[in-house]
Each structure stands twice: as structure tokens, then as C-alpha cells.
């Protein structure tokens, strides 16, 4: 159980690091290119819910 606490901390810390460095870059194109920045986004989002679901999986699976 303290192993899940670990990697989901971990996780969040990754999450958090990644988004405060990714802001730090404009994208000048913005607005022109937003059918591709939805896409990206809808694919980011079914990624992580895709390894959500597996996480939750795996730790119903162990306990």
C-alpha cells in the first residue's frame, strides 16, 4: 500500500514539474493551430486515463 502512496506522489510531482515547465514556452501559432493542439490534448487525455485504468487494475489485483 505504501508502494501506491509512493508512485501516485510521484506521479503528481512528475505532473506538476512538467506542467510548470511546459508553460514557461508560448506558442505564438496558438490560435492558428488549434484543431492540432485539441488533438494532442484528447490524445494526452486517453492515454493517461488508458494508464489509470491499469493502475487501478493492478492495485485491485494486489489487495
Do not use: C, H, P, Q
Not at 505532473?15 to 494526452?44: C, Q
Not at 489509470?52 to 489485483?61: D, T
Request: charged fraction near 10%.
Amino acid at each position: 500500500m505504501n508502494i501506491m502512496f509512493g508512485l501516485v506522489t510521484l506521479v503528481i510531482i512528475f505532473a506538476i514539474v512538467s506542467t510548470l515547465f511546459l508553460t514557461g514556452k508560448s506558442d505564438e501559432n496558438y490560435s492558428s493551430s488549434t484543431k492540432r493542439n485539441t488533438t494532442n490534448l484528447t490524445l494526452i487525455y486517453v492515454v493517461i486515463i488508458f494508464l489509470a485504468l491499469i493502475s487501478l487494475g493492478i492495485y485491485i489485483w494486489l489487495t
